[in-house]
Structure formats: structure tokens, C-alpha cells
């Protein structure tokens, strides 16, 4: 019976760890998203930007807010700026995308791995009982 | 009419607990509250940018405005406000582009369409999810009250027939499971009930006085009832009489074989049993008629009928059989159902389904006579 006990104790604390380790998995997987959600309204902005600068004459002036400081810009040099950061943000997004799929991943192995120690936890329990 | 059919019944209330649709719903009604939000915020965006625009077209109208700047928090100056016609318009990411007032009005009626398209696509989200909520708020009404869910297989065969005899009939369809020796029959004579039942009702208003016909009326229109789809099973007790039952039955009930004996039994105490409950059931039948006559004659044999009747009828279908049988034998003696059906009308009040009078029946031994006792109990 003994051995029983602490062998239900030693299941328990390994699920109270499983645990631990799922709910931080799914801060991480909620932040992951987030991040996801303002990246994807930058690129969104960018390539409104993008369009409108290709509706731009040649002679437009066009500046750039630096902080409090409205600078001039070459229409040529802000086109291919906004163009690389798009790609940049795209890229990101794919990296997000990735390691959001990876952690989900590691989510359901550790929930189901924590569903096993529960049923062993619940047998081990039952068989006491009937003991 | 759904006596022959199985079903299951499930309570809604098992389907959809109610504490868990009520949750359901309350979530759907938080995402619908966000989705309203976002909405107004974007409807707010839309007018801002009409005013823009409104703006955008006005000062051009002059070489200069004369306004008062704002100073501080506090205070204002007088000014005026020059370069009508050039705008610094955001492009977005700290982009500012220098653009007259009709360019910065295309700008902006380009931004103003694609918030338009956007406040439609969260308006069809919240449509979506208010059908939900809608569809949780009933489920929880339903199961509040108490509604059930029933399911029942589908037996095509003869149920309109049922229909039509349902009311009356339906405790003599129960008696009539017990007939299953005439199931074989039955089944040939299930397309000549039709025509029986036609006369019936038609003789049915006429022919009160008439309750020995009645009930072998009964029994035709009560094996009519039952969906022609059950014989089924009943062949254990049904073994014995059924071949020369069924034989006889479709010929004729005078053949005085065994089966005959069942029908007329079966006859009489339908005629018993239904006397009462028949006298609506179209007697006018002409088979009917002379069934009553075969009837009396049979009552002795009805015993062994009921028997052979009860134990064959494992469905209710089967019972119908039998009965339908006699009857369509016409002119002959129906009996053996008759008799099956008192028997049954005290069974089936008492149990109200097939499957206890099929027990019944299906309890007897190779005797017909020792199921009878049984029955009779």
C-alpha cells in the first residue's frame, strides 16, 4: 500500500510538472499569436504605402517622420525602403508561423502524455480502494 | 402507428446540458460584443475620413483662411492659414507625401473603400455569430422544457396503411401479433386487404349491429394496420401451424385443416375482444359476415388458435398477418386472429406492447394448448 502512495505521489508531482509546462506552452503560443496579429497589420500598412507611392509623380515630394523631425525623401529611396521592409515582415511572419506550429505541437504531446498520467493516477487509485 | 417501429428517445437535455449551452451562449454573446465594438471603432474611422475629405475640398475655395491657431493648451492666437492647396498626406509607416487637394481626396476615398470592406466583412462575422447564439438560446428553451429527441427507423412498407386504421384498430393490431401462423399468408394476402379495407369502411358506418363481423374485421383491418414488413420471427411457435395455416388461410378457411381451426379461433376472440372496440371498424365486409358465422363455430378452436397466434407473432406486423388473412380468406373463417386478440386486449392493456404479447407467445412450447393456459393467465 505503502509503495502504492508514493508511487501516486511521485505520478501526481509529475503531473503537476507536465502541467506547469503545458500552461507555460500556451503563454508562449498566445504572445506567439499576438506578435503574429501586429506584424500582420504592419505589412497590411506597408503595402497601402507601397500603392500610393506608385500613384506618386516622379516630382512628388514625399518625407519621412524620424522621430519629431519631418525629413525629405527621395521617392525612389522610399519606394525600395518600404519594399524591403515588406519583405522583412513577411519573413517574420513565416518564422512566427513556424515556431507557433512547433509549440502547438508540443502542446498536444504534453497534454496527452498528462491524460496518461491521470488515467494511471486513476487506476492506481481505483486498485487501492478495491485494496 | 409507431407501435411496429423501434426507436430511441433522447432527451435534449442530455444532448445539451443546460449549464453548458448556457455558457456557450454567454461566449458567443462576449465574441458578438467585441465584433460590435470593432464595428463602431471602424464606423467612427469611416465618418472621420468623410469629414476629411468634406474638408479636403472646402479650403482650396480660398487663397487663405483667416482662423484662430491654438496656443498651448489654453490659448489661441489669431492666424491664417495659407498654401491652401498643399497637403502633407500620411501614406502610413511615417510616410508623408506632398499632394494637392484633389490627389489627397483620391487618397483618401481609397482609404474610405478599404475600411468599407472591412466594416463589412466584421458585419458578416457578427451575423454569423448571432445565428449561433440564436441557435444556444433555443437548445436551451428546448431542453429547459423538457423536449425529447426521437428517432425512429424508417419502415416504408404499408405504413400509410397503418395510418388509415390506426385509430381503432391499433389494440387489435396488438392482438393480432399473437396470430403468427397466418404470417406466410399474410403476406399474400396483404394486397387483398387493401381491398378489404376499402369495403370496410365502407361498411363500416353501416354495420354496428354486426359485431361478429366487426371483429373479423378487425382483424383484417388490424393486420392491416401493421406494417406488412414484420413477419419475421414468429416462426418458432408459428412452425407448427403455420405451413398448413398459411395455406389454408389463403384458400379457404373451410379446408377444416389445422389452420383453420387457428383462424376461426383466432376469429373469435377477435370478435370477442373487438366486439366493442370494432364497432366502428368497417363490418360491411362481406367476408367479414361470414367470418362471424365461421367464428361461432370456431370458438373451440380458438384456444388452439390463440396459441399457435401468440407464440407465432413476434411483431406486431405478424399479427396483422394473421389476422388480414382470415379475413381475406373472407368468406371464411378469420378466426384463429379473433381469438388471439382478447387474449391480447388483456395482455396489451396491461403491457401495451408487442414485444410482451410476443414474449408470451413466444413462450409457448410445440402446444398450441399449453400456450393458451399461458395466455390465458
Request: proline residues 3%; glycine residues 4%; aromatic residues 4%.
Amino acid at each position: 500500500m505503502s509503495s502504492l502512495t508514493s508511487a501516486v505521489r511521485d505520478l501526481q508531482r509529475d503531473l503537476e510538472n507536465k502541467t506547469n509546462d503545458l500552461s507555460k506552452l500556451q503563454k508562449d503560443i498566445a504572445k506567439n499569436h499576438q506578435v503574429r496579429k501586429k506584424y500582420t497589420v504592419q505589412l497590411g500598412e506597408n503595402e497601402l504605402v507601397l500603392k500610393e507611392l506608385d500613384l506618386l509623380n516622379e516630382d512628388a515630394n514625399v518625407y519621412k517622420l524620424i522621430g519629431p523631425v519631418l525629413v525629405k525623401q527621395d521617392l525612389a529611396e522610399a519606394n525600395s525602403n518600404v519594399r524591403k521592409r515588406i519583405e522583412y515582415i513577411s519573413a517574420e511572419l513565416k518564422r512566427l508561423d513556424a515556431t507557433v506550429q512547433d509549440l502547438e505541437e508540443k502542446q498536444n504531446s504534453k497534454k496527452d502524455a498528462i491524460l496518461k498520467l491521470q488515467q494511471r493516477i486513476q487506476s492506481i487509485q481505483t486498485t487501492k480502494g478495491k485494496a | 402507428m409507431e407501435d411496429t417501429r423501434r426507436g430511441t428517445v433522447t432527451s435534449l437535455a442530455s444532448l445539451f446540458p443546460v449549464e453548458e449551452a448556457q455558457k456557450a451562449a454567454n461566449r458567443v454573446q462576449d465574441a458578438i460584443a467585441e465584433k460590435r465594438a470593432e464595428l463602431d471603432h471602424l464606423l467612427r474611422f469611416v465618418a472621420d475620413n468623410n469629414n476629411l475629405i468634406n474638408l479636403v475640398h472646402k479650403l482650396p475655395e480660398e487663397l487663405s483662411h483667416e482662423i484662430m491657431v491654438p496656443f498651448g493648451k489654453a490659448a489661441f492666437f489669431p492666424g491664417r492659414l495659407i498654401h491652401t492647396n498643399e497637403f502633407l498626406v500620411l501614406l502610413g509607416e511615417g510616410y508623408y507625401a506632398e499632394r494637392t487637394s484633389k490627389q489627397t481626396a483620391e487618397i483618401l476615398g481609397r482609404r474610405g473603400k478599404a475600411l468599407d470592406s472591412q466594416v463589412d466583412s466584421l458585419e458578416a462575422m457578427i451575423k454569423d455569430l448571432q445565428a449561433e447564439a440564436n441557435f444556444f438560446s433555443q437548445t436551451i428553451t428546448e431542453a429547459a422544457e423538457g423536449l425529447v429527441e426521437i428517432r425512429e427507423d424508417y419502415i416504408e412498407k404499408d405504413s400509410h396503411k397503418e395510418e388509415i386504421k390506426s385509430g381503432p384498430l391499433k389494440q387489435h393490431t396488438s392482438d393480432l401479433e399473437k396470430t403468427e401462423a397466418d404470417n406466410e399468408e399474410y403476406a399474400r394476402i396483404v394486397a387483398r386487404m387493401d381491398e378489404l379495407e376499402k369495403e370496410e369502411l365502407a361498411a363500416e358506418s353501416g354495420i354496428d349491429n354486426e359485431k361478429d363481423e366487426q371483429t373479423t374485421e378487425d382483424v383484417g383491418d388490424i393486420s392491416y394496420q401493421r406494417p406488412v414488413g414484420s413477419k419475421p420471427h414468429n416462426s418458432e411457435d408459428f412452425h407448427k401451424s403455420t405451413p398448413p395455416v398459411d395455406q389454408a388461410n389463403n384458400k379457404s378457411i373451410a379446408t377444416g385443416s389445422a389452420e383453420k381451426h387457428d383462424n376461426p379461433d383466432i376469429a373469435d376472440q377477435l370478435n370477442f375482444a373487438s366486439l366493442d372496440l370494432q364497432s366502428n371498424v368497417g363490418e360491411g365486409k362481406n367476408a367479414a359476415a361470414k367470418k362471424v358465422k365461421f367464428v361461432d363455430h370456431r370458438k373451440p378452436l380458438t384456444h388452439h388458435e390463440e396459441k399457435t397466434v401468440k407464440a407465432t407473432t413476434a411483431s406486431k406486423s405478424e399479427v396483422q398477418h394473421q389476422p388480414s388473412q382470415p379475413s381475406f380468406n373472407s368468406h371464411k373463417a378469420f378466426t384463429g386472429s379473433i381469438v388471439e386478440h382478447t387474449e391480447n386486449l388483456k395482455t396489451l392493456n396491461g403491457q401495451s406492447s408487442s414485444s410482451t404479447s410476443s414474449q408470451v407467445s413466444g413462450s409457448r412450447p410445440s402446444k398450441p394448448v399449453s400456450r393458451f393456459k399461458m395466455q390465458r393467465r
